[in-house]
């Protein structure tokens, strides 16, 4: 059983930092690895995802440059540092594993409960 743990969410001004972590338990780490979010009356959205054999990463245009995916095997511990963060950015970030793609959030598998990430301006 995989079980996705996501934390570090928080109330910032605009223009802080967070970082958020999804921790995982379970062989979770395989496949893609995706980080999404979802804002109030909104579809659920991409920010970012892993390939995790490759490494290879794709970020949501509203990510690049601001967002990073690292990822600590020993830990089994995915993180996603957000600088820069903007009023737009909020919304409540889930973790998911066991993808098929990227960016399509119904080919993932498990998903952790949620972080909130609210922005002020």
């Known amino acids: 059983q995989v079980q996705l743990v996501e934390s570090g969410g928080g109330s910032v001004q605009a223009g802080d930092s967070l970082r958020l972590s999804c921790a995982a338990s379970?062989?979770?780490?395989?496949?893609?690895f995706g980080w999404f979010r979802q804002a109030p009356g909104k579809e659920r959205e991409f920010v970012v995802g892993i390939r995790w054999g490759s490494g290879s990463i794709d970020y949501a245009d509203s990510a690049k440059g601001r967002f990073t995916l690292s990822r600590d095997n020993a830990k089994n511990t995915v993180y996603l540092q957000m600088n820069s963060l903007k009023p737009e950015d909020t919304a409540v970030y889930y973790c998911?594993?066991?993808?098929?793609?990227?960016?399509?959030?119904?080919?993932?598998?498990?998903w952790g409960q949620g972080t909130q990430v609210t922005v002020s301006s």
């Open positions: 379970g062989r979770a780490f395989s496949s893609y």
């Open positions: 998911a594993v066991g993808g098929s793609s990227y960016r399509n959030p119904t080919s993932y598998s498990y």
